[in-house]
Nanobody, 117 residues
Framework: VQLQASGGGLVQAGGSLTLSCAAS????????MAWYRQAPGKQRELVAT???????DYADSVKGRFTISRDNAKNWAYLQMNSLKPEDTAVYYC????????????WGQGTQVTVSS
């Protein structure tokens, strides 16, 4: 099973971006999915989570601006980011709880989001 994140880029403050996370492989199931981010010199932090039943939770810093969603049929997750701020600049990572020959967390490669002021 592989996890691929995409959609990052450079945007002005106040702008929007949508990140995508695609899981590929065969005969697997995904439970929770999540987006994390890591800014330079800082620890990786949890941004948003979504259960298979589409219950969501957000970090206080992004509530009301970011929306996490998923497509269980396609094994994709999304992060819609609106009203972006310079402090949202970071490498964003997706994580999926995989059920395949056991259970384990799978991380995608990061995608860079840069918000200019």
């Amino acid at each position: 099973v592989q996890l691929q994140a995409s959609g990052g880029g450079l945007v002005q403050a106040g702008g929007s971006l949508t990140l995508s996370c695609a899981a590929s492989g065969i005969n697997f199931r995904i439970n929770d999915m999540a987006w994390y981010r890591q800014a330079p010199g800082k620890q990786r932090e949890l941004v948003a989570t979504i259960t298979r039943g589409e219950n969501t939770d957000y970090a206080d810093s992004v509530k009301g601006r970011f929306t996490i969603s998923r497509d269980n049929a396609k094994n994709w997750a999304y992060l819609q980011m609106n009203s972006l701020k310079p402090e949202d600049t970071a490498v964003y990572y997706c994580k999926a709880a995989i059920v395949y020959r056991g259970m384990y967390d799978l991380w995608g490669q990061g995608t860079q989001v840069t918000v200019s002021s």
